[in-house]
Antibody, heavy 118, light 110 residues
C-alpha cells in the first residue's frame, strides 16, 4: 500500500527555522517525484515545488523560489520542506504529494499544519 | 503570473449531472497541460480523481469523468451523490517546475 506520512503539527515564532518531512512507503521512492503544496487558512491549493529523489533534481514554482528549500534523503525514503526564517504569512497546511508518469499526481500525505505566531 | 480559473460554486440535485471547467489565462487548455482533478472535503487532504485529462485512478468512481471542452479542461459528475459535495481543484502543467492549481469550485448537492 502506497503511503505518504508527514510529520506532526508545528508551532513556531517568526524568524525561527523549520523542517517538515514526508516519508514514502509501499513503492520505489526514487522512481517518483514528490511535490509540496501549500493551503493557507480558508484558501485554495498552491503548488510550491517538486523533487525527484532519485537524483535530487529540484524545481520551484516562481512564487516560492528562494522562500523555501526542498530536499530528500533517499536512504530513508523521506522528502523535506524547510524554512530558514519563518514569517506569520507561512501559517498554512502543507501537503506532500506523489507525481508519476504523465504528470499524474496520485497519493497525498495527510498534511502538516504550520502555525507561526509571536 | 499564470491564473487558472474555475467556477466559484455550482449546485446540483442528487442524481443530476454537473460539469466543472478549468481555464488558463495563457489560452486554450490542451492535453499537453496534463490536467489533473482533485476533490477536497473539509478537514481532509485532497484526493486525486483524474490525471492526464481523462484518466481515472483505480479508486475514482465511474461517475467522475474528465475531458477537454471548448478550450478548457472539464470534470463531469454524473449521477451525483450527496457525498460528492466538496471543493474541486484542477491542476495544469506548464513545463519544468510550473504547475498551477485552479481557484477551486465548491459543489453543493441540494
Amino acid at each position: 500500500e502506497v503511503q505518504l506520512v508527514q510529520s506532526g503539527a508545528e508551532v513556531k515564532k517568526p524568524g525561527e527555522s523549520l523542517k517538515i518531512s514526508c516519508k514514502g512507503s509501499g513503492y520505489s521512492f526514487t522512481s517518483y517525484w514528490i511535490g509540496w503544496v501549500r493551503q493557507m487558512p480558508g484558501k485554495g491549493l498552491e503548488w510550491m515545488g517538486i523533487i525527484y529523489p532519485g537524483d535530487s533534481d529540484t524545481r520551484y514554482s516562481p512564487s516560492f523560489q528562494g522562500q523555501v528549500t526542498i530536499s530528500a534523503d533517499k536512504s530513508i525514503s523521506t522528502a523535506y520542506l524547510q524554512w530558514s526564517s519563518l514569517k506569520a504569512s507561512d501559517t498554512a497546511m502543507y501537503y506532500c504529494a506523489r507525481q508519476g508518469k504523465a504528470v499524474a499526481v496520485d497519493y497525498w500525505g495527510q498534511g502538516t499544519l504550520v502555525t507561526v505566531s509571536s | 503570473q499564470t491564473v487558472v480559473t474555475q467556477e466559484p460554486s455550482l449546485t446540483v440535485s442528487p442524481g443530476g449531472t454537473v460539469t466543472l471547467t478549468c481555464a488558463s489565462s495563457t489560452g486554450a487548455v490542451t492535453s499537453g497541460y496534463y490536467p489533473n482533478w482533485f476533490q477536497q472535503k473539509p478537514g481532509q487532504a485532497p484526493r486525486a480523481l483524474i490525471y492526464s485529462t481523462s484518466n481515472k485512478h483505480s479508486w475514482t468512481p465511474a461517475r467522475f469523468s474528465g475531458s477537454l471542452l471548448g478550450g478548457k479542461a472539464a470534470l463531469t459528475l454524473s449521477g451525483v451523490q450527496p457525498e460528492d459535495e466538496a471543493e474541486y481543484y484542477c491542476l495544469l502543467y506548464y513545463g519544468g517546475a510550473q504547475r498551477v492549481f485552479g481557484t477551486g469550485t465548491k459543489v453543493t448537492v441540494l
